[in-house]
């Protein structure tokens, strides 16, 4: 290991165990002048920290004391969270030490006793949480803290909200006592906060309030803001606060989980001086509204009845609301199993005339009818979102009314239960923007007057639709605004459809298709949408439609779609990528192709995608990543998604990758752990990142020597063909050479020589040719043109071989009249023919002249006659002639083969 062999690691590391105090470095995160001593179970504060840190938090220890000398070292110190340990009071002199604190935070200790001399000279403080303590006030202890803007003393068992006798906290604007144990609200309670002109909120929540004095809040009559969630607040009770509020400034009042049951008209009687703009009653198990209950609200804006069990909404229930904009009834109606279905009346929106959002998520009702929207001018959005209202088709009908809602821009019917829509369904919402018909179960052909009407629309959502949803050419004839189409898992597999459902949608910049098994598409699927920027076709089956075998090659239907930018095609089963699939996508940013079966890709395919910033092609099967294949896309990507591949480690499959891997500024996550090797076996399990580049380096020696021997090994392998096909000719010309090389001087004595023949030609034949020899030869003889027949011209006496060797000598050409009698003749073939052969070579002479009686095969001729008829010139090969009106032409062709030079040329 690398740690015994680093002489200066073993030092340190021995003084690391003999002096662990000295070395001791406290681990707190220290970031931008913040330290986090938080979970370190310190028991007191590290003083090993920067001087200069504003923040510092060391909750969740064990602290039992704050020593303010502990704290000098930290003079810049703004903010001391000691939150979560078990301090049991709060140091005097800390706003000493820590001159520039404002934000204090002491939550969940024990602080008990609380004087004034414990918070003296805190003028700088402006929050301190004091929440979760057992705090018990001795005197006035925030008489000094006169800048504090906040202040936490929830769950300490206070029993009474009064926090001094004298007006105090000049400046504190929210005053937080949920928790405590206060019953009652007397009178002069909030009469230190007197001249805190500045305060506007309360928060009272979960407080066993069972009473309030008259004129308990007189003191705080800029009160704004007042939080009374989960105190038990009977009908009676709440109508009476609402008197004691009525005149204060109030503006926004919560009341959730308060346990009212009923809410009558008088109930916010007392509030009706106020300006109240926002009222929560959500989580109240309400179940009635009396008509008229919310007249005292000319003025509110936002009201919210979420989680009620009211049973009935009907034209009084919002009365006087005329100042709403949003209404949320999310859950507000609901059905028990032994309560009947709530009803909304006809008109029951009416007065809302200024309502822009109306929130009715999970609601329960009978139904739609006609007039249940009437009204609702200033209507932009509805949201009926997994509402149980019994809708199964919508007709021309269902949202008619909202024909008075020119402003309705979002349409959410999401999980309705939806089965179909009715031509159209959705004709008077003609400024409609989005609509939302997901989760639903709409089963029919989508023929595109369902679309009809809505002349503004820019996104549909029609995903997770049982894919049961068939479309065809005319499907969005009607909506050619349409710019965003959601339809993952919604339709059949088949898209086979021509001319293409999207044609008309020339302003389509997003189109999801995912989910769908979509197996059949047309290579003019997505043609004319230049705007297409968002394609999502995630599990689909188009694995055939990119394959080469495709009958008709493999389909491009990306051709036209030249402005994409996001490319999402998961687990398609892909094993194939088209070389021209990507051509021309140079603002694609995006490429999304995990899950797929992708081994080998070609060189060239992402040569296009210079603007690639994030590619996904994990759990494949790439075995390598190439420099060819993936240098263009991987130049500028700031993250890449490569793990689970079954990589190759060699040389030539990792070395350009590895390399990659760790030079790039490319975020990889997981990069040591999930790109893992396959093969060889050497890195089998092994982390990409473990590759050896340098044992390629010594690879080019071998490479080398490689080269050498393979081309020496297939050097020698020709030179051996060709020894052995075509040796007779290398020697033959060999021979010739040489002998032309010794004789090439003396050709004098060549000129000599021509004299010295006697016969023209010496003529070798089988005995069985002797007659066609006699006949055919003969008479081409005269004077000076005479032939050496063996049987007529060899001296009688002579032994045959001499007679051989002398006459071919004196013969200026030999004769070879070729049969199979000749070559079959042993005597011949013997000697003769060796002779023959040695005199060629031996004096360099071109001497031989072939006469074919018969057809003869090349290798009877080379087996027999060492001869091969590419040893000889054309025209000393002659073949008699079978018809008789030839034979003056072959005795032309003989003579001029006779006559021929004897030299090689
Ligand atoms: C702390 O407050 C006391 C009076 O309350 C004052 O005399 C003293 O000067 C203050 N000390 C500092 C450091 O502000
Ligand atoms: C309510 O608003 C009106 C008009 O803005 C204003 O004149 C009135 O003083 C406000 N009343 C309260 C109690 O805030
Ligand atoms: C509410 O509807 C009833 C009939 O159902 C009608 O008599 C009453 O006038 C309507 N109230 C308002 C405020 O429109
Ligand atoms: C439609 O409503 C559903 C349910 O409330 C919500 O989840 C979804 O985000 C909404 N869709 C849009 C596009 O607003
Ligand atoms: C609704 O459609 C029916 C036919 O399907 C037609 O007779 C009727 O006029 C349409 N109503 C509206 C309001 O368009
Ligand atoms: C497409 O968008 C352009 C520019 O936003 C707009 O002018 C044109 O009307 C749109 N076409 C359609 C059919 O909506
Ligand atoms: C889309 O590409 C075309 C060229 O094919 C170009 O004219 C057009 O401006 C591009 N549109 C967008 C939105 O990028
Ligand atoms: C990378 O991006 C820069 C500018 O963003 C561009 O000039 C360069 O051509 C890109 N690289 C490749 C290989 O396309």
Known sequence: MAIWTNPLLLLYLCMWILLPCQTYISKCRVMQRKADCSHMNLNTIPQDLPEDIRVLDVSHNRLVELKPLSLTRYRSLEQLDASSNSLKGVPAGLCQATPELWRLTLCHNEVHLLQVRDLR???????????????????????????????DVSRNKLTTACLGLRPQLPSLETLILAGNDITEIKKDDFNFLNKSL??????????????????????????????????????????????????????????????QVMLTHSTFKGLEKTNLTILDLSNNNMARITDGTFEWFPVLEYLSLEQNNLKLLTNGTFFGLRSLKKLNLHLALTKTHSSALPVIDDFSFQPLVQLEYLYMEKTSFREITENIFYGLPCLKELNLGWSNTGLKAISNTTFAALKGSPLLQTLNLTGMGIKSLGPGAFSNLGNLKILVLSHNFIYQRLMGEEF????????MYISYNQQMITLTSTSFIYVPTLTALMLGHALTANLDIEPSPFQFLINLTMLDLSNNNIANIKNGLLDGLHHLSVLKLQHNNLARVWKNANPGGPVLFLRDT????????????????????????????YLSMSGNLLNFLHASIFNDLRSLLVLRMQKNLLTSVQRE????PLSNLTELFMDHNPFDCTCDSMLWFHTWLNTTNTSISDRDKSYICNTPSVYFNHSVMDFNPESCKDMVPFQALYAITSTLVLSL?????????????????????????????????KRMAECRYKYKAYIVHAQKDKLWVERSLLPLEDNTFRFFLED????PGCSTLETIVDNMRMSRKIIFVVTEALLNDPWCRQFKAHHALYQVMEDNRDSLVLIFLEDVAEYRLTQSLMLRKGMLKRRCMIQWPLQRERIPAFRQKLQLALGSSNRIS
């Open 121 to 151: 000279n805190c003028t700088r403080l402006t929050h301190i949480d004091l929440s979760d303590n057992r705090l018990k006030l001795i005197g006035e202890p925030f008489l000094g803290t006169e800048n504090l803007v906040w202040l």
């Open 452 to 459: 009809q009407g809505l002349n503004n629309i820019k996104e």
């Open 562 to 589: 030249r402005n994409l930018t996001v490319l999402e095609m998961d687990y398609n089963g892909l094993d194939e990528i088209p070389t021209l699939a990507f051509q021309g996508l140079s603002q694609l940013k």
């Open 629 to 632: 294949t993936f240098r263009v």
């Open 792 to 795: 007529r011209d060899a001296m």
């Open 198 to 259: 500045s305060f506007r909120m309360l928060i009272l929540s979960y407080l066993p309030l069972k009473k309030v004095d008259h004129g308990c809040f007189k003191p705080i009559s800029k009160l704004q803001d007042l939080v009374l969630d989960g105190c038990k607040l009977n009908s009676m009770f709440l109508s009476r606060l609402c008197e004691e509020l009525s005149d204060t400034l109030l503006r926004n009042l919560s009341v959730r989980n308060t346990q």
């Open 717 to 749: 392998m020709m030179i051996a063909f060709l020894v052995h096909y075509q040796g007779w000719r290398i020697q033959f010309y060999w021979n010739i050479l040489i002998n032309r090389t010794i004789d090439v001087s003396d050709s004098r004595y």
